[in-house]
């Protein structure tokens, strides 16, 4: 069974940092590209980063780019997301999506974890 | 960045009835559209990529239609377990956008 389970979300001050991690099962985790989306209390969703594969290649939205960068672990089947110089408007549900088909990127995303929350605020 | 303007926003449906959810594209995205669904405290899944392709598993009485700046979301009729939040989303530029989404709501 596929499965995404994200962690390390909470409560953080204005300025501070927070790393996320995405562990993933249920398939070969190195053969696909991997992402974060982000959706704010209330709001739509916003993807924040993507990552090749290998781990060689990063995408970044202009709302994040300088502060947050994604990394991997094939060895250990593990995505992460290091967030600095949070902002109260980095508050959100943060997921996790592996991209739709294996070996390249189809930029369609699925499955989706169940998401980590971090709230900034003071 | 190609904005995606979803209409309507709350759509009030029976069990039973077609929903016809649309999503425009401020600019062409040719046949580069998808479909999610989000219910209520669960993550979103993959409905139609490729503007009318489905993803596994999903239900024919979902079907996807348009082309260019125009889509179409069809569930020809609604089950209980449809009711949800629909986003559409453009993948022809980066940034991958998504649109605010659809609620449809049991009437």
């Known amino acids: 069974q596929v499965q995404l389970v994200e962690s390390g979300g909470g409560l953080v001050k204005p300025g501070g940092s927070l790393r996320l991690s995405c562990a993933a099962s249920?398939?070969?985790?190195?053969?696909?590209?991997m992402i974060w989306i982000r959706q704010a209390p209330g709001k739509g969703l916003e993807l924040i980063s993507y990552i090749s594969s290998s781990g060689s290649t990063e995408f970044y939205a202009d709302s994040v780019k300088g502060r947050f960068t994604s990394s991997r672990d094939n060895s250990k089947n593990s995505l992460y997301l290091q967030m600095n110089s949070l902002r109260v408007e980095d508050t959100a549900v943060y997921y996790c999506?592996?991209?739709?088909?294996?070996?390249?990127?189809?930029?369609?995303?699925?499955?989706w974890g169940q998401g980590t929350l971090v709230t900034v605020s003071s | 960045e190609i904005v995606l303007t979803q209409s309507p926003a709350t759509l009030s449906l029976s069990p039973g009835e077609r929903a016809t959810l649309s999503c425009r594209a401020s600019?062409?995205?040719?046949?580069?559209l998808a479909w999610y669904q989000q219910k209520p405290g669960q993550s979103p899944r993959l409905l139609i990529y490729?503007?009318?392709y489905r993803a596994t598993g999903i239900p024919a009485r979902f079907s996807g239609s348009g082309s260019g700046t125009d889509f179409t979301l069809t569930i020809s009729s609604l089950a209980p377990e449809d009711f949800a939040i629909y986003y559409c989303?453009?993948?022809?530029?980066?940034?991958?956008?998504f649109g605010g989404g659809t609620k449809v709501e049991i009437k």
């Open positions: 490729d503007t009318s």
């Open positions: 249920g398939f070969t985790f190195s053969d696909y590209y």
């Open positions: 989303q453009q993948r022809i530029n980066w940034p991958l956008t």
């Open positions: 999506a592996r991209d739709f088909v294996a070996n390249r990127r189809s930029n369609w995303f699925d499955p």
């Open positions: 600019q062409s995205v040719s046949s580069y």
